[in-house]
């Protein structure tokens, strides 16, 4: 991803994070009014085994996989159209089952 200021913020979870050439953040160029979908599909293109692992065939955020705009989670605004902008957060957790 390039460097710019006008970037949301992505930070990965360490399970995902060899998907992402071992980036933990990742900074994602953004435009005013871009939502939580369009990050995510900006970052499909550049590391597409990273979207697998976030979002099922039909493009639907997984459901063990928790976003959070700014520790907002996106469940409880818009989903993924939840709106983003420069010099936010977008958080990803992916639950881990076990037992």
Same mark, same amino acid.
């Given at each position: 991803?390039? /460097?710019?200021?006008?970037? %949301?913020? +992505?930070?990965?979870?360490?399970?995902?994070?060899?998907?992402?050439?071992?980036?933990? /953040?990742?900074? +994602?160029? +953004?435009?005013?009014?871009?939502?939580?979908?369009?990050?995510?599909?900006?970052?499909?293109? /550049?590391?597409?085994?990273? &979207?697998?692992? %976030?979002?099922?065939?039909?493009?639907?955020?997984?459901?063990?996989?928790?976003?959070? %705009? &700014?520790?907002? &989670?996106?469940?409880?605004? &818009?989903?993924?159209?939840?709106?983003?902008?420069?010099?936010?957060?977008?958080?990803?957790?992916?639950?881990?089952?076990?037992?």
């Amino acid at each position: 991803m390039e /460097e710019t200021t006008l970037a %949301v913020t +992505v930070v990965v979870p360490s399970l995902l994070a060899k998907v992402t050439g071992d980036q933990r /953040e990742l900074r +994602v160029p +953004v435009e005013d009014g871009a939502t939580v979908a369009q990050v995510l599909d900006r970052l499909a293109a /550049e590391y597409p085994v990273f &979207d697998r692992r %976030v979002r099922n065939e039909l493009g639907a955020v997984r459901r063990y996989v928790n976003l959070y %705009v &700014d520790g907002e &989670d996106i469940r409880g605004l &818009d989903g993924p159209a939840t709106r983003i902008g420069p010099g936010q957060e977008l958080l990803i957790i992916q639950s881990v089952a076990g037992g």
